[in-house]
């Protein structure tokens, strides 16, 4: 009413005020923050979605939209220019009508890269230890659909562009971890006593760090012919 005096009740009960003070408020901050950031992006998550088995089958059975897939098709034109809308969607039919008989082509495992936690990477003197583990296959993501199009060869001719679609979502981040986790190495590369690193070497360091894996791939030998074929006195004292 107006001009009508009011105060607050104060919650006694510990739980229900931690759920009004607390909970309530990280919610509401959790559902408008990801609103803010992925409301701008909605026709192209709607379009990633179609690439995943899951999907399929509505992809068939339903009328699909005039726009569908046009949003990926524009992204996807940087990196293709004889890409088209109506090529990509078409693609996406076809493969999307065998996928029953080529997932049983996926294999159960695969090879999949990982990395130990921040906190033993800490505790570690030489940094990340990066091993190859198995992940089972589901046979029914997009990973699958990738892991099909390249065991087969079907991204050269068949497929070309829908492979692009695919390696353009499996590399998209959903998650900040690699960033804070390059921020966790920097502290372990630029020491106090290596304080006065300038910023090429400190960007090398960093980027033989994050990428270890592709570092321990590449032999030894080949890094030093690599250096002694730079001058004439690397090549005199490396050579044996």
Not at 102 to 119: A, G, H
Not at 180 to 205: G, M, P, V
Not at 219 to 238: A, G, P, Y
Request: charged share 30%; hydrophobic share 35%.
């Amino acid at each position: 009413m107006a001009d009508e005096m009011t105060s607050d009740q104060p919650i006694l009960d510990a739980e229900e005020k931690f759920t009004v003070e607390v909970h309530n408020i990280i919610f509401d901050k959790t559902i408008s923050c990801m609103e803010e950031r992925f409301s701008s992006n909605k026709k192209l998550y709607c379009d990633l979605a179609c690439l995943s088995p899951n999907n399929f089958k509505d992809l068939h059975d339903k009328e699909l939209p005039s726009d569908t897939l046009l949003e990926l098709s524009k992204v996807l034109k940087k990196f293709d220019d004889k890409l088209t809308h109506a090529k990509l969607l078409d693609e996406l039919l076809n493969f999307s009508s065998s996928w029953d008989q080529l997932k049983r082509t996926v294999p159960e495992y695969y090879e999949k890269s990982s990395e130990d936690d921040i906190e033993e990477e800490i505790s570690d003197k030489h940094g990340t230890n990066v091993e190859e583990v198995h992940c089972k296959s589901c046979m029914n993501c997009p990973h699958c659909c990738y892991n099909v199009l390249l065991k087969y060869n079907l991204y050269s001719n068949a497929y070309h562009f829908l492979f692009l679609a695919y390696k353009y979502l499996l590399t998209l981040p959903c998650t900040q971890v690699a960033c804070e986790r390059s921020f966790s190495k920097l502290k372990i590369i630029k020491t106090r006593l290596r304080n006065s690193l300038s910023e090429e070497k400190l960007e090398a360091f960093m980027l033989m760090n994050v990428e270890k894996s592709i570092l321990h791939s590449i032999d030894s030998e080949e890094i030093i012919d690599i250096i002694k074929n730079s001058s004439d006195f690397l090549n005199k004292k490396l050579s044996y």
